[in-house]
């Protein structure tokens, strides 16, 4: 018999994705099948989700869920055992899950409470159809507040874990929101969940979960540090015993360049199919000829991702032979310093915005190398997806960026294991000799061709990751 976990998200793919967050949460219940793990993903039933599902059934109900009456609907979507809460007065809106064009909703805090809660309640009497978890697994802020429910409802039987995605987000409210978000005063002390005179729910997880895990091992490091733990780091010290580095994997169903429909297929034995989708690219985005490198950005456009950095370098990159393509969006003042140099240099700079699934599979399949700048990153998927395309990724030896890319240096290159280049001070100086390099190496074909094939053999699925989370669920009932 399989042992059950319920995964608490507030995305998930292929339902809905605004970040790395909805990959990972839609990757783990195929990932931790066969470690005997039946997980089922709890989420908002957010506009037009209902309708994905195949005969959903209604699998528990609650007549005042924060506000008003709320079902929970059980189905499957894509291979996924999928709970959606169905709560209109909380989800039902014309925004995205988490804002609309006037900002963050303002109950964004009961919004995810709620969600919360019903994980709580599904842990604590089970599902109409028998279904009851012996996990509950939590994902981000928006998840935080279910370790502390199952607590309040002495719960003992079931234990819960939280990963962290990104500490940037922390899910703070006012005090004066306790009550409305049903918590225990008694908690809200510098050792709960109270953060700097705010409720936070990222820290009331961290505090109340059973097991903390990360997204790579460097991240689970990096946190626990002042420049990089936003606050919590003293948390995370705190609870170093329970705290857990798993790397993501990528689906590498979906991201296979041999398989891959969107794209014109070749792999590590092929690798001269590539140039197919590479002019491909050129011609989509309007470009001219590209003598040197063909660098690839698909991000959001962000100082968190380094990117305020790249305009001021693309002068002296173009210059040397290289071209640029961007599909992103995100602050506005990055978008039109590239704007800026696309118009000074539309032969060799392209740049989309927004975001674009199949479109982004032709970025991967037809770039040289993908820049990923960040200042942190907790892992990363950008790097593993350039990685499994052959596209070399450049990146800032931060968090999972660090853990998944081995640097070009003389001995990684004469060992054979090189898979891309690692720059290690993010600021322009960093930026600009590591683009320098990334000339330099693309100009010496014979180990180019090595650090495409290196990374396109890498272990880059959920094997090791998914086991890593199967133990990690197992060593909690020891």
Not at 28 to 36: I, M, S, T, Y
Not at 96 to 110: I, K, L, R
Not at 196 to 203: C, E, H, P, Q, R
């Amino acid at each position: 018999m399989k042992r059950r976990v319920l995964s608490v998200a507030s995305e998930c793919v292929p339902l809905l994705k605004t970040g790395g967050l909805a990959d990972v949460v839609g990757a783990l219940p195929k990932a931790l099948a066969v470690h005997g793990w039946d997980m089922r993903v709890l989420m908002p039933a957010y506009p037009g989700l209902a309708e994905t599902m195949k005969r959903p059934k209604v699998v528990w109900t609650d007549t005042d869920l924060f506000g008003g009456p709320a079902q929970v609907l059980g189905g499957r979507v894509e291979g996924i055992d999928v709970l959606l809460l169905d709560a209109p007065h909380l989800y039902a809106r014309d925004g995205g899950p988490y804002s609309d064009d006037s900002g963050d909703y303002a109950d964004n805090p009961e919004r995810f409470a709620a969600l919360c809660w019903a994980a709580a309640e599904i842990a604590r009497a089970g599902l109409s159809d028998g279904w009851r978890p012996e996990v509950v697994h939590a994902h981000d802020w928006q998840g935080g507040l279910a370790p502390v429910y199952l607590r309040q409802a002495g719960v003992e039987d079931v234990r819960s874990v939280i990963t962290v995605h990104n500490i940037a987000f922390q899910g703070r409210a006012g005090a004066d929101k306790l009550d409305a978000l049903r918590l225990r005063p008694d908690d809200f002390t510098s050792e709960g969940f109270e953060f700097w005179g705010d409720i936070s729910a990222l820290k009331a997880g961290l505090v109340m979960a059973d097991a903390i895990t990360t997204v790579s091992p460097t991240y689970a490091n990096e946190l626990m540090r002042g420049e990089f733990g936003m606050g919590l780091e003293g948390v995370l010290q705190a609870r170093a015993g329970v705290l857990h580095g798993i790397l993501n994997g990528v689906d590498t169903d979906v991201w296979s360049p041999d398989t891959d429909p969107a794209i014109h297929p070749y792999s590590a034995r092929t690798l001269s199919e590539k140039r197919k989708n590479r002019a491909a690219l050129i011609k989509e985005f309007g470009l001219g000829p590209v003598p040197g490198p063909l660098a690839v950005v698909v991000s959001r456009l962000t100082t968190q991702k380094g990117l305020d950095l790249l305009p001021d370098r693309l002068a002296e990159f173009t210059w040397r032979g290289g071209g640029l393509v961007v599909l992103g969006s995100g602050g506005p003042e990055i978008e039109m310093a590239l704007r800026h140099q696309a118009d000074l240099n539309p032969r060799r700079i392209g740049i989309r915005t927004g975001y674009d699934e199949a479109l982004s599979h032709r970025i991967f399949a037809g770039g040289d190398a993908v820049l990923v700048p960040s200042r942190f990153e907790p892992c990363g998927l950008t790097q593993m997806y350039g990685l499994r395309y052959g596209t070399v990724p450049l990146v800032a030896a931060t968090g999972g960026l660090a853990d998944t890319v081995i640097d070009a240096n003389p001995a990684a290159v004469s060992a054979g294991v090189a898979t891309g280049i690692v720059f290690h001070t993010t600021d322009a100086l960093g930026l600009e000799q590591a683009l320098r390099r990334l000339i330099a190496l693309y100009d010496d074909t014979k180990t180019w061709r090595q650090l495409q094939r290196n990374g396109m053999k890498a272990e880059l699925d959920w094997t090791r990751s998914s086991a890593a989370y199967a133990t990690l669920y197992e060593g909690l009932f020891e």
